[in-house]
């Protein structure tokens, strides 16, 4: 039987990834799609030939200097791989035996993927925190996506990450608790 889906998303900087560790702790089966983007560029034999035929390199250093330059090849890159961490979190999804499981998707809005999921979480923070979290949080990546109020907006749930682990604890087990788990 398929868990309850949960989708962890926000802005750069925000905590998504702490997040989705916050699941991890109280027992949730989790997955990210950032990880499952960085073992397809690593390990699949045919995303590395059509990165190596576009970019000359497999480097994600250097394709993230080439595709956050210019929309056109980002939009290429995020055709290829989109599909492909779609079917391997379906994939993932269809053998966990669990009653709820949590992937953290930073672009879920952005690729319309909200609706393949049963409660979307949204983690914000401040832009000063954020900034301190990332050095990429006010950089032109930052600029191609949803703003955070919006985010918010279409949420099931909503977390400002400017506290605690375990107020950010404490908020994963309330969205547990809602969801009936």
Do not use: C
């Amino acid at each position: 039987m398929r868990p309850v889906t949960i989708a962890v998303t926000g802005g750069i900087g925000a905590g998504k990834s702490e997040a989705l560790q916050a699941f991890a702790r109280r027992g949730i089966p989790t997955l990210s799609a950032d990880e499952v983007v960085h073992r397809l560029i690593a390990d699949d034999p045919d995303v590395r030939a059509a990165l190596e035929e576009r970019f000359g390199t497999t480097d994600r250093a250097r394709i993230g200097e080439i595709v956050f330059a210019d929309r056109d090849e980002l939009a290429w890159l995020e055709g290829m791989l989109h599909p492909r961490v779609r079917r391997e979190e379906e994939r993932w999804f269809e053998a966990i035996d669990a009653p709820v499981a949590a992937t953290e998707i930073p672009l879920l809005y952005e690729s319309g993927g909200e609706t393949r999921f049963d409660a979307v979480v949204v983690i914000t923070a401040p832009d000063e925190v954020r900034a301190a979290r990332s050095a990429h949080a006010l950089d032109r990546r930052g600029a191609r996506l949803i703003p955070d109020e919006e985010k918010a907006r279409r949420a099931d749930f909503v977390y400002v990450n400017d506290g605690t682990l375990d107020e950010l604890d404490a908020f994963v087990g309330q969205v547990l608790a809602q969801l009936g788990q």
